[in-house]
């Protein structure tokens, strides 16, 4: 009885004492919450790619930050998260500025509040997805045939869940892994400013690859948000008729094209607007048309 009660006594030591090494003294209420990479953020809002964000091995960074008020987990890859330990949480430091506040680690590297709440759990899976969701579908999200929650992305009424993880899948090409309940696993492919979504298909070597056909395109969906008008450079020929045609329907022009009409429709921001006339376009949206129409023409 005795050897037992000596047993159950080291083994409650050990746990106590290791979970010592994990347990944070009081977290700020100001910095308790979920936080993404500074330079993950930065690169899906500039190339419109999640996978892509790696480089080839494990980053130097933490995949996302998960701060509660005793506790940092953080998620490698989201397969092994972990709780951080308080010698290396010491050296930590926090930064609130008028672009948010900022989480920098041990090792130099930066991370970005997405959001200043928990669950129960102390994980925020839900900010952490959404976020990065919204980030990348920027423009489509205002859609009303797409439609962003949590780690799910709903197209054309299909309830897609998303997959972050890029270890376990062929991510050439492809923007976005989705998994469709009882059909299988379906990939977003980048191209240009267009999505395209394919099925997948077991590999020789990997678990899935995404299949050549496309089976719906998603026109402008990977378009660049930004307050000036993007010149791009380099597109298919068949999307500068969509772009040059976006700077028409932000001002309501009504398409006599039914494609386009449709198309346009698509987005709740599009507002017809019967009263259009070439004085609403300013010099540098109608600088850019021309400049698209070149592209088109290809010159």
Same mark, same amino acid.
């Given at each position: 009885m005795k050897k037992k009660? &000596?047993?159950?006594?080291?083994?409650?030591? %050990? %746990?106590?004492?290791?979970?010592?090494?994990?347990?944070?003294?009081?977290?700020?209420?100001r910095y308790i919450g979920t936080y993404i990479p500074v330079d993950y953020e930065n690169h899906i809002k500039r190339e419109k790619n999640i996978y892509g964000a790696y480089p080839m091995g494990y980053p130097n960074h933490h995949d996302v930050l998960f701060l509660g008020r005793n506790k940092c987990y953080a998620d490698a890859h989201f397969h092994d998260g972990y709780a951080i330990k308080i010698n290396e949480f010491k050296n930590y430091r926090f930064v609130t500025n008028d672009a948010g506040t900022f989480c920098i680690d041990d090792k130099g590297n930066s991370y !970005?509040?997405?959001?200043? /709440?928990?669950? =129960?759990?102390?994980?925020?899976?839900?900010?952490?997805?959404?976020?990065?969701?919204?980030?990348?579908? @920027? %423009?489509?999200?205002?859609?009303?045939?797409?439609?962003? @929650?949590?780690?799910i992305l709903?197209?054309?009424? =299909?309830?897609?869940?998303?997959?972050?993880?890029?270890?376990?899948?062929?991510?050439?090409?492809?923007? &976005?892994?989705? %998994?469709?309940?009882?059909?299988?696993?379906?990939?977003?492919?980048?191209?240009?400013?267009?999505? /395209?979504? !394919? /099925?997948?298909?077991?590999? /020789?070597?990997?678990?899935?690859?995404?299949?050549?056909?496309?089976i719906k395109t998603f026109p402008l969906m990977f378009l660049k948000t930004d307050k000036n008008l993007t010149y791009y450079s380099d597109l298919p020929k068949d999307q500068y008729r969509y772009l040059r045609n976006l700077i028409y329907a932000r001002h309501g022009y009504i398409f006599k094209s039914a494609d386009l009409n449709e198309y346009f429709s698509k987005f709740n921001w599009y507002k017809p607007n019967p009263n259009f006339s070439e004085d609403l376009l300013t010099n540098e949206e109608k600088d850019c048309i021309e400049y698209i129409l070149k592209k088109e023409n290809g010159k």
């Open positions: 009660i &000596l047993f159950c006594s080291f083994i409650f030591c %050990f %746990f106590s004492l290791f979970a010592s090494d994990y347990d944070l003294p009081n977290v700020d209420s !970005h509040q997405i959001s200043n /709440e928990l669950n =129960e759990k102390g994980y925020g899976y839900n900010d952490y997805y959404e976020y990065v969701m919204n980030l990348l579908f @920027d %423009f489509v999200k205002d859609m009303n045939t797409v439609e962003i @929650d949590g780690d709903k197209l054309d009424g =299909e309830s897609y869940r998303v997959n972050l993880d890029w270890n376990f899948f062929d991510t050439k090409n492809v923007v &976005l892994w989705l %998994f469709l309940e009882d059909k299988g696993w379906y990939a977003i492919v980048k191209n240009g400013v267009n999505g /395209e979504l !394919h /099925e997948s298909y077991r590999g /020789e070597y990997r678990e899935l690859y995404a299949k050549p056909e496309v």
